[in-house]
């Protein structure tokens, strides 16, 4: 899969690069927390990249999953961070 090359193989220091390189990138929580839209399957993957350069899957889905789930709605993105202990209030 090329995200996941694409992830393994560069050293994104800023979102710029990383919006840069992943056009597809859209950030939804502090600069940390990432959707990646894959088109082929419509499918949405939320990345946490950590300090250290190493990146997590948090949450993967279908687009109609994204939908039920986050209602495309930041506000909602970031409480499901907070009852899923991503991250603090």
Do not use: C
Request: glycine share 6%; net charge negative; no cysteine.
């Amino acid at each position: 899969m090329q995200l996941l090359n694409d992830i393994e193989g560069s050293n994104w220091e800023t979102p710029h690069e990383l919006i840069k390189s992943r056009p597809d990138a859209d950030s939804v929580y502090g600069g940390e927390f990432y959707f990646f839209d894959i088109n082929i399957h419509r499918t949405l993957i939320l990345i946490e990249f950590e300090e250290n350069g190493e990146a997590s899957v948090v949450w993967a889905g279908s687009h109609s999953e994204y939908d039920k789930t986050f209602k495309n709605n930041r506000k909602v993105i970031r409480k499901w961070l907070i009852a899923n202990n991503w991250i603090n209030r």
